[in-house]
């Protein structure tokens, strides 16, 4: 299908946004608009996952072939756990890095090998979790390169470990500098196109096509399976920083996925919440909190939910917690919960306080034991390691120093 930027200046087919990433008037790539999907969705995450992306995927290069994406990229399965009669934990954690960006990064991954003919570098900027997705989507894959940036003492330090373990085909570089800094790296890299050229350079962050659209799937799969439980339209939580996968969660609801309300959950980068309350956009720089894939000042996704739903508080709420609230989410909640998680579980305790007896769905974006320096000492206990995330910490981890230049950058490419 064709897709049209955000700033209306570019339409290009959906296999070339993907191949490409960033629209060049600077826009983001819009899905589609479908119409509602009716008839069975299937039973299986698998099958569910193709009968919501399918019709995306109309004409293009890479129809033939979705069947074969979804199924390498989605090796694992997105389970809900319930908690109580109409509480459940949506895990989207079971990948080989522990956080939800594996389903994004592992979809892109197979999708670009079909669709790319160069030699091609991967660059991404990362706040923790995304740099390690994308680095396990591509490793040893033949045609691929991944150089990750990330913020040098600003990730947890199994995130860092993570990064620098691949090797192969992938370099970490640690910057001298805070995530802002690795971003406009990535972008001025990318926004210069003899060095695009030359490098084959493209990029694989939250605002890629390839990226969004199969996130919608694991939303499809529990509203499907929640309403099973005869309860009715499931809302969710979506612990929030680019609203890359809250995003995908109303796309999900706008293919017909029997889903209620869509709550965003951030933490003390509040811009969201006052957004929807207020109307008002304020981007400012990040601040730092426990849970750090969410430190975001600038949500980056946030003009594809502006040009999709202008009216943007009746398609979403939005709510925020400080760190002291995280603490104590982790220590009382008697689940064992990523700082991530614990903001949208925080959330959802208030709206029960305020008296919702709705069924609700919260968002689990990270597993536990990725953020065992946060957990463990407000649990008094250690974090089981789940055996993927254990392989990569046994491994040794190198990523060398790099100032926050572009030449810097330019110069070790
Ligand atoms: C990336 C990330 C988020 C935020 O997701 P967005 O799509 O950027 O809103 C939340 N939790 C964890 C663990 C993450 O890695």
């Not at 990064?105 to 197979?110: G, H, Q, S």
């Not at 400080?322 to 603490?327: A, C, G, P, S, V």
Request: neutral net charge; charged residues 20%; proline residues 7%.
């Amino acid at each position: 299908m064709r897709v049209e930027s955000t700033r209306g200046g570019s339409t290009v087919s959906l296999s070339e946004a993907i191949a490409t990433g960033l629209a060049p008037d600077g826009g983001l790539y819009m899905p589609p608009r479908l119409s509602t999907h009716v008839g069975p969705w299937g039973d299986s995450f698998l099958t569910r996952a193709l009968t919501a992306l399918r019709p995306y995927f109309v004409d293009e290069v890479l129809a033939p072939q979705l069947e074969a994406v979804v199924s390498e990229a989605f090796t694992f399965d997105a389970p809900t756990r319930w908690l109580s009669d109409d509480t459940g934990l949506l895990e989207l954690f079971h990948g080989p890095t522990a956080a939800f960006k594996d389903f994004g990064a592992r979809f892109l991954a197979a999708s670009l090998a079909r669709l790319r003919t160069h030699e091609t570098t991967v660059l991404v900027a990362t706040s923790g979790d995304t740099g390690a997705a994308v680095a396990s989507a591509f490793h040893r894959r033949p045609g691929f390169r991944v150089v990750i940036l990330y913020p040098d003492g600003r990730v947890a330090p199994r995130q860092a470990h993570q990064l620098g373990a691949f090797g192969d085909n992938v370099t970490a570089w640690r910057v001298d500098g805070n995530f802002d800094a690795c971003q406009r790296m990535v972008k001025e890299a990318l926004s210069d196109p003899a060095l695009v050229a030359r490098h084959h350079l493209t990029s694989a962050n939250s605002i890629s096509l390839g990226r969004l659209l199969p996130q919608m799937t694991y939303y499809v799969h529990a509203a499907l399976d929640a309403q099973r439980r005869g309860r009715g339209e499931a809302s969710f939580i979506i612990p929030t920083g680019n609203l890359g996968n809250a995003f995908a969660c109303l796309l999900a609801k706008e293919r017909g996925a029997p889903i209620g309300r869509v709550v965003l959950a951030t933490n003390a980068n509040r811009v969201l919440a006052d957004f929807v309350a207020t109307g008002r956009y304020e981007p400012r720089p990040s601040v730092a909190t426990l849970a750090n894939a969410m430190d975001v000042g600038a949500p980056s996704n946030l003009e594809r939910l502006r040009h999709r739903f202008p009216e943007v508080a009746s398609a979403v709420s939005a709510d925020w917690v400080d760190d002291e609230t995280i603490r104590r989410t982790i220590r009382t909640s008697g689940e064992v919960l990523c700082p991530h998680t614990a903001c949208g579980v925080a959330v959802l305790e208030r709206l029960r306080a305020d008296g919702d007896r709705g069924p609700w769905l919260v968002a689990a974006t990270a597993h536990p034991a990725k953020f065992d320096s946060v957990v463990e000492p407000l649990l008094g206990r250690p974090v089981p390691v789940p055996p993927a995330l254990a392989e990569l910490l046994a491994r040794p981890s190198r990523a060398e120093p790099l100032a926050p230049r572009l030449e810097a950058l330019v110069e070790r490419l």
